[in-house]
């Protein structure tokens, strides 16, 4: 019978990403639900330099889209006068921004059930790439 399996998506381990300001590119964002049943918008974010892919998520509920409202207005999405955002998903993606990186611990269980502390770089903000 054999073996049909999907490795599309399949990479070497990720090397932790330094910190500071970043460029990237945001080459997908997709609609989701969170765990906790509100809307969120899953971006896909290239490292420049080492085009290393990192997610981001962005919640997309009322008084918690600051982060959402950064990367939009990052791709240069900019408000009406009313405030709102009227945007599209193609509106994001292929733009450069730059995104400002920061180390924090993940703690998680093994499969010998101890518990391994690691670093992992987290996207904490995002700007314009300034030309």
Same mark, same amino acid.
């Given at each position: 019978?054999g ?18 300001? +970043? ?32 997610e981001?998520?962005?919640v ?25 955002y ?24 093994? +499969? ?20």
């Open positions: 019978m073996y049909e399996m999907d490795m599309s998506q399949e990479s070497e381990k990720k090397q932790l990403l330094p910190t500071g300001w +970043r460029e990237f590119e945001i080459i997908n964002c997709e609609e989701q639900i969170s765990k906790q049943g509100n809307m969120m918008f899953k971006f896909t974010f290239t490292d420049t330099e080492f085009k290393q892919e990192e981001v998520y962005a997309a509920i009322p008084k918690k889209r600051w982060f959402l409202k950064q990367i939009l207005s990052a791709c240069g999405v900019s408000a009406g006068q009313d405030g709102v009227e945007w599209d998903i193609p509106d994001v993606i292929n733009k450069l921004i730059v995104g400002r990186v920061e180390h924090e611990e993940q703690e998680w269980i093994n +499969r010998n059930n101890e518990t391994i502390i690691t670093k992992q770089a987290k996207i904490r903000e995002v700007k314009a790439l300034e030309v």
